[in-house]
């Protein structure tokens, strides 16, 4: 009965490589998002999604693509790897007219 | 903009002893604040939250947080550490007007002492 769930947990990959990341939440919640984690451990938000519509786009590399196909789900993908790119990414849903956000276990993702 | 700044990357407490964490917050419009704990290898977990109304609030695990608006603070605190209270903590501020996007501060890591 996980609430938002990632895929994969760990991912390991070679530089210039592509990869996804899959999220999943299964509380209703109309809101995604996206956090990064770095390596000191300062979270900050790249995406969010609203009912399939994007409302949130920090200042990411256009080398990131998010993809909501539908409201329960919010894809991550990621073009030509860099080693900079190694981090924790954080999916996370709420209720827009509710403020908590529920945030799933991450995925390590480290590019070597 | 919002911001959030929390004082001390690092606390050290016995177990028993009470446990204080100082969060800072700027916001043009009224805030809301949250309190989340991260545990190792995990993902975070919401402790407590204020958006509105009594400006002391009350979270899992025997955590509180009162919100002071003169002093832009949203300070953590438990009475009394248990070892399982070892973890990093992370102040957030939500900005409602951008998509509820969530502005943490820098976290701090709690050292729990026997």
């Known amino acids: 009965d996980t609430a938002v769930s990632q895929t994969p947990k760990y991912l390991v990959t070679q530089m210039g490589n592509d990869k996804s990341i899959k999220c999943e939440q299964n509380l209703g919640h109309d809101t995604m998002y996206w956090y990064k984690q770095d390596s000191k451990k300062f979270l900050k938000i790249m995406f969010s999604y609203n009912n399939k519509e994007l409302i949130i786009n920090e200042t990411v590399p256009n080398r990131f693509s998010p993809k909501s196909p539908d409201k329960a789900h919010l894809n991550l993908h990621i073009n030509s790897l860099e080693l900079g790119d190694s981090a924790v990414y954080f999916c996370a849903s709420s209720q827009r007219a509710n403020t908590e956000a529920f945030f799933g276990q991450g995925t390590r993702l480290t590019v070597v | 903009a919002q911001s959030v700044t929390q004082l001390g990357s690092h606390v050290s407490v016995s177990e028993g002893a009470l446990v204080l964490l100082r969060c800072n917050y700027s916001s043009s419009v009224p805030p809301y604040l949250f309190w989340y704990v991260q545990y190792p290898n995990q993902g975070l977990q919401l402790l407590l939250k204020?958006?509105?109304?009594?400006?002391l609030v009350k979270g899992i695990n025997g955590f509180e947080a009162e919100f002071k608006k003169s002093e832009t603070s949203f300070h953590l605190t438990k009475p009394s550490a248990h070892m399982s209270d070892a973890a990093e903590y992370f102040c957030a501020v939500s900005d409602t007007a951008a998509g509820n996007k969530l502005t943490f501060g820098g976290g701090t890591r709690v050292l729990v002492k026997p």
């Open positions: 204020y958006t509105t109304g009594a400006t």
